[in-house]
């Protein structure tokens, strides 16, 4: 079992290699397109497209069973489709357009009642005489299988077009799904460019039928795009590893549903595409859970950290008279006063600071920097009071200056503007008074 | 061409019904909008303010009336107009860097299946330094904030340079220093003899920033200098009985000491 896994996965067996490669391709297309679908924010609009497929499906093997065609023509049958499913879309366009209902509730109505006939059709069929309609029912779930050459060349024809045209037209489509009032008002046809995306996407929905299905093909269309939004904020980046992500799940998909064939190829599909949903939503390095949680807390940890040190520094300050400052042991009970610290967090981050080697505890109980905590700490304090003072002078500047990068909450002015600021305060001396008293504080802050 | 609307007059308003599923939302407005003037537009929620400067876009379509951009209908005069709409009318989570949401003021120029160039970039570099971000060019526009945003999308109207600005609520939830750099901006756009035409919410500024004011309540209330509009009989009609609000007017009227 395994081995034929690998050998499907490297192509090597001849009959499921134009299988295996057709889809991959179909989830390179449907990747690409999808993130357009995406970032136009109307992704259920494929589903609605995908659902109004099946009766076109039905009339179509009708039409050409009464004009003596075999029945299964599969051009034939997709070119129905893609006619009811355009009808469906357009539909849901005339619902929105004229009642007040909302887009959601439109494609809701269109995706249930086009399929409701869809079904109804398909049984109706079963009864012409001298054709069997037998296959039909695998639109519905995919029957990755059955591709044969002609199949594997629609699907490379159909992925070069839509490479093609979001080559040529990609600033367009983007202006399009940013701001489509300033499309508008720059004179681009906004109609014409949506027309051109549910084109494009009613184009892999119907070459897709085949091989995922009508009801998982949206599976496709969105999951590899909302995975790639994950890793990346940028655009390109995301187009790509959309298309790649695409692939791949279609590679995998179609592999392991050639070695287990009793498993619907569809679904097998759309849980290989899930299985990197998953991975990039909880690894994704731009928006993923996991690397999100670890911002936050070396965020918190870095915030805690500087407080702790500031404080210490504050303390010595006030029971100092003279500079420069000696670095005197302090008891904890001054720390607890002088900051308001939730419960057990100022021995969490006094720990910490041990681990850091920025505070070292003595034989008698006390707490004292170490060396490198010392000068840490006063340059922790010198930032936070150049920041201050910033403030104070350049109130009117500052929104425009200051880094809202949270993670760079220790550099929030940069170098540059900290140059500035020590030239005009005329501040170049290395320790830098509180520009307002420090008082113990009792309240949270 | 009507005698009351002259081809000189950057916008001018004739007739305009504006209804939304048979509410109408502006009625029968008759409107000229002087050249090289700062103009804002004050009324209400819901008064038609935003409406009024989709219509003038063709953005929404018209029940009756029509709309001259120097005389001539909008879709003529693209190029002189540039349309500044309310920050929140895009998605700011979406990918793309404040650099290349200013470069896609440049796409009509640029034409169809080209692609930007370094001219284009370079000139949206330049308006993102003139408007005080030069810094966060490369930024994805979810990093910034609200009045960063707000200098993204004025930076983008920079690059499109017409002879008319239309801005939707400029100033709305932005902080200060940005409200300060922006209007500088526009006036200097003014001093060049350009056309900008803001809706504005707060009544308390408005005499500042405008010197030319509409009062907009489904129907135009007043029209002219904002030194003759701008008085307690015509907000009363243009704001009715929002008492609330009215004590704001009387505030601002004090300081206006009058």
């Known amino acids: 079992m395994i081995d034929g896994l690998i050998d499907t996965l490297l192509l090597k067996p001849y009959n499921t290699r134009i299988v295996v490669l057709g889809v991959m391709m179909l989830g390179a297309a449907s990747g690409l397109i999808g993130s357009f679908l995406l970032l136009r924010k109307q992704s259920l609009l494929g589903d609605a497209l995908s659902h109004a497929t099946l009766p076109g499906l039905g009339l179509a093997f009708a039409a050409m069973s009464s004009l003596g065609i075999d029945g299964q023509y599969l051009p034939g049958l997709l070119l129905g489709a893609a006619t009811t499913g355009v009808l469906g879309i357009l539909f849901v366009l005339a619902i929105g357009r004229t009642t007040k209902l909302k887009d959601d509730a439109a494609m809701g109505i269109v995706l249930s009642v086009f399929f409701g006939i869809g079904i109804v059709i398909l049984r109706l069929i079963q009864n012409i005489p001298g054709q069997t309609s037998a296959g039909l029912e695998s639109f519905i779930y995919g029957k990755t299988a059955s591709m044969i050459t002609s199949d594997f060349v629609l699907i490379a024809i159909t992925l070069s077009f839509c490479l093609f045209v979001t080559f040529l037209a990609r600033k367009e489509l983007v202006l399009l799904c940013f701001d489509p009032s300033l499309a508008a008002t720059q004179g681009w046809p906004v109609l014409f460019l949506d027309l051109l995306l549910m084109a494009l996407v009613a184009t892999v929905t119907v070459v897709g039928l085949q091989a995922v299905g009508l009801i998982l093909i949206i599976a496709f269309l969105i999951i590899p795009a909302t995975a790639a939004r994950f890793w990346t904020n940028n655009l390109r980046h995301l187009l790509w590893l959309a298309t790649f992500i695409g692939a791949v799940s279609g590679w995998l998909g179609a592999s392991l549903s050639a070695v287990f064939a009793n498993f619907p190829a569809g679904a097998v599909i759309v849980i290989a595409a899930a299985s990197f949903f998953l991975i990039s939503m909880l690894f994704g390095k731009a928006r993923g859970v996991i690397p999100r949680f670890l911002r936050q807390r070396d965020l918190r940890r870095k915030v805690g950290r500087q407080h702790l040190l500031r404080s210490t520094y504050e303390i010595l300050e006030k029971s100092q008279k003279e500079r420069p400052l000696k670095n005197l042991s302090i008891s904890l009970h001054l720390l607890q006063q002088h900051r308001f610290w939730g419960k057990g967090e100022l021995a969490k981050l006094i720990r910490q600071a041990r681990i850091e080697d920025h505070l070292e505890r003595q034989p008698s109980g006390e707490l004292r920097l170490s060396e490198s905590g010392f000068g840490e700490a006063s340059r922790i304090t010198r930032n936070h009071r150049l920041w201050e003072m910033y403030l104070i002078k350049h109130a009117d500047i500052a929104p425009s200056h200051v880094d809202r990068d949270a993670d760079l909450v220790e550099h929030l002015l940069g170098a540059e503007i900290v140059h500035q600021l020590e030239a005009e305060l005329a501040l170049t001396q290395a320790t830098i008074e509180s520009p307002h008293d420090i008082q113990a504080e009792t309240t949270p802050s | ?258």
């Open chain 2, 1 to 258: 061409m009507r005698p009351e609307h002259p081809p000189e007059i950057p916008i001018a308003i004739h007739d305009l019904t504006v209804a939304y599923h048979r509410k109408p939302v502006l009625w029968d407005l008759e409107l000229n909008l002087p050249e090289g003037k700062l103009i804002g537009i004050a009324g209400p929620n819901g008064a038609g303010k935003s409406t009024l400067l989709k219509a003038c876009l063709d953005l929404i379509p018209k029940t009756s009336g029509e709309v001259l951009i120097y005389g001539k209908p909008y879709h003529k005069q693209r190029d002189l107009i540039v349309y500044v709409p309310q920050r929140e009318s895009v998605d700011w989570d979406f990918p793309v860097s404040a650099l290349d949401v200013v470069t896609m003021g440049t796409y009509r120029q640029v034409g169809w299946f080209k692609r930007i160039g370094k001219r284009q970039r370079i000139t949206a570099r330049d308006a993102l330094e003139r408007v005080g971000i030069g810094h966060l060019a490369d930024r994805q526009i979810s990093q910034l904030s609200g009045g960063q945003q707000q200098r993204v999308f004025l930076a983008r109207a920079l690059v499109q340079d017409a002879l008319i600005y239309l801005m939707d609520e400029p100033f709305a939830a932005v902080d200060a220093a940005t409200e300060h750099a922006m209007i500088e901006i526009l006036q200097e756009l003014n001093t060049q003899g350009k056309t900008v035409v803001c809706v504005h919410h707060d009544l308390a500024t408005v005499s500042r920033y405008f010197d030319h004011l509409v009062l907009l309540n489904m129907r135009v209330v007043a029209s002219g200098p904002t030194k003759e509009i701008f008085t307690r009989d015509h907000l009363q009609k243009t704001y009715g009985g929002k008492l609330n609000l009215l004590d704001d007017v009387a505030e601002a009227l004090k300081n206006l000491g009058r």
